[in-house]
Structure formats: C-alpha cells, structure tokens
C-alpha cells in the first residue's frame, strides 16, 4: 500500500514538473503568434528597388555614351515593346516603308450609329452559317431564275453562267480566304 503511494506522489511530481513547463512553453507559443511591432528600420536603410521599372535609367556615364555610339552595345537600349520601323545597314538606319504602321479609319460623318450600346439592347441569337445558308444566299436565286425560264442544259448547269459559277473549287477557297471576304 505504501508503495503505490509513492508512486502516486511521484506521479503528481512529474505531472506538476510538466504543467510548469508546458505553462512556460504555453507562454512562448502565445508570444511568438502575438504580431511584432518595431520602431527601427530593418534593413538599415536598405530598400528593394528590383519591382520598380527604371529601363534605360541604369549604368554609367561610359555606359551611356556605348548606347549612343556604339552599334552593338553592351547594354541593349530599352525599347519599351516598340517595334523599330527600320534596320541598320553599315551604321546607316534604313526606313522600311511596310513597317510604318497604317491607320486605315472610314469616313464616319453620315454615321446613324453611336459608339455606345446600352446594356438594355436585345441579345443577338444567330444559328451557325452553313453550306446551304452560303447556297441560298449566293445561287440560289439565280438558279431558281434559270429554272423558270428554261435557262438550263441536260446535266442540270446555266446556259450562261454566272461569274461565280465559273469559279473552280480552288480559285473559290482562295477567294474565301482573302482579307475581307468575310464582310456582306
């Protein structure tokens, strides 16, 4: 009996030992969650300038004088996502003509259409234009014609066909890729 009490004593020994240290550790952990506030500058005045862009503003004097001089500098000359209208040939800058961008702006003074389209305005729902939608909308009017008047031959064809219908498939595909063949 006397034995089991001495193990109960040691055992709430050992128990108050951990609640004293886990009280102190408690107290750490509590201290290192808190948000720490300091007055001194932690990087002694030391700043991080890497996410300010400063192109063409770094470098020496010696530097400098290499982008305005030389042909190949050692350090390239920042553009700014320009794109030159010209190459260097033997130190001289030469203007490409087709590298000078065009503006080309339609003449919008008779114009019933403002800029502006309300948010009120009903939504635009159109099927997909296929083959027979291209058909109805290019021969079909035409054929119908010849049908009418008696204009067409034994395989079916016009006796005078249309510019479009002298088309062969390839030079129709050409055609249909050009610029602006997509605008009725």
């Known amino acids: ?3 089991l009490h001495k193990f109960r004593i040691l055992m709430l020994c050992r128990l108050h030992q951990f609640m004293q240290s886990s009280k102190k550790l408690l107290s750490v952990i509590l201290y290192l ?3 720490l506030i300091s007055t001194s500058c932690p990087l002694q005045g030391k700043r991080n300038f890497r996410k ?3 192109y063409n503003k770094r470098g020496t004097r010696v530097v400098k004088e290499a982008q305005r ?3 190949n500098p050692p350090v390239a000359i920042h553009k700014r996502g320009v794109r030159d209208t010209g190459v260097l040939i033997d130190g001289k800058y030469v203007e490409i003509p087709e590298k000078i961008p065009e503006l080309v702006v339609p003449d919008l003074e008779n114009c ?3 800029p502006y389209v ?10 997909e234009f296929t083959s027979l939608d291209l058909f109805n909308a290019v021969y079909a009017q035409k054929v119908l014609e010849d049908f009418k008047n008696g204009k067409l031959k034994d395989d079916g064809s016009s006796e005078k066909p249309s510019e479009n219908e002298l088309l062969t498939p390839e030079e129709a595909l050409l055609r249909a890729r050009k610029t602006g063949s997509d605008i009725f």
Do not use: G, W
Request: glycine letters at 0%; zero cysteines; aromatic letters at 8%.
């Open 1 to 3: 009996m006397e034995a």
């Open 33 to 35: 969650q808190q948000r």
């Open 52 to 54: 300010f862009l400063v």
């Open 69 to 71: 001089t030389q042909l």
């Open 112 to 114: 019933k259409l403002k």
């Open 118 to 127: 309300s948010y009120k305005a009903a939504d635009v729902v159109q099927s």
